[in-house]
Every structure is written in structure tokens, then in C-alpha cells.
């Protein structure tokens, strides 16, 4: 299937009419996505590694930080 816009704001769709179109295009898809696609290999370069680790570290910190905010949240209210 495919759609055109046409001036108007109009759109011109083609959809199959007979089973063979839309079989031969289900197996056609079918066969595509059943093919697994090569797996991507990125050298991650030393500065890459240092950010990742220093955003891992921070990422660490800010939830240690909100878990004692909500300990001492917990504690002022229980005494109150």
C-alpha cells in the first residue's frame, strides 16, 4: 500500500484488492524481517568510557542523596 497527498490536503491511497497482492506481500515482509540484521560494532574510545563512568558515578550519588532525603523525611515525621 502506498498513500499520495495531493493538493488539498487530499490523499490518494492504493490498497491491494486481491488476496494474491496482499499474500505475496505478507510473505515477502515476512521473509524480510525473519533475516536477522548484522550486529553493529562501535569501538568505544577511552574518553567515551571515562564519561560513561563519570555519568554512572553521578547517577549514583543523586540516588544516595534522594534515599537519605527520604530517610530523614521519614525520621522527622515519625518523631513529629
Same mark, same amino acid.
Given at each position: 500500500?502506498?498513500?499520495?497527498?495531493?493538493?488539498?490536503?487530499?490523499?490518494?491511497?492504493?490498497?491491494?484488492? %486481491? +488476496?494474491?497482492?496482499?499474500?505475496?506481500?505478507?510473505?515477502?515482509? /515476512?521473509?524480510? @524481517?525473519?533475516?536477522?540484521?548484522?550486529?553493529?560494532?562501535?569501538?568505544?574510545?577511552?574518553?567515551?568510557?571515562? %564519561? +560513561?563512568?563519570?555519568?554512572?558515578?553521578?547517577?549514583?550519588?543523586? /540516588?544516595?542523596? @534522594?534515599?537519605?532525603?527520604?530517610?530523614?523525611?521519614?525520621?522527622?515525621?515519625?518523631?513529629?
Amino acid at each position: 500500500p502506498s498513500a499520495n497527498l495531493k493538493p488539498g490536503g487530499k490523499v490518494d491511497v492504493n490498497i491491494p484488492t %486481491d +488476496d494474491g497482492d496482499l499474500n505475496a506481500q505478507y510473505e515477502a515482509e /515476512l521473509n524480510h @524481517i525473519s533475516h536477522k540484521a548484522p550486529e553493529e560494532k562501535r569501538e568505544i574510545s577511552m574518553s567515551e568510557k571515562q %564519561d +560513561d563512568y563519570y555519568r554512572g558515578f553521578r547517577s549514583r550519588v543523586v /540516588l544516595f542523596w @534522594i534515599i537519605c532525603n527520604f530517610g530523614l523525611v521519614a525520621v522527622v515525621l515519625s518523631t513529629a
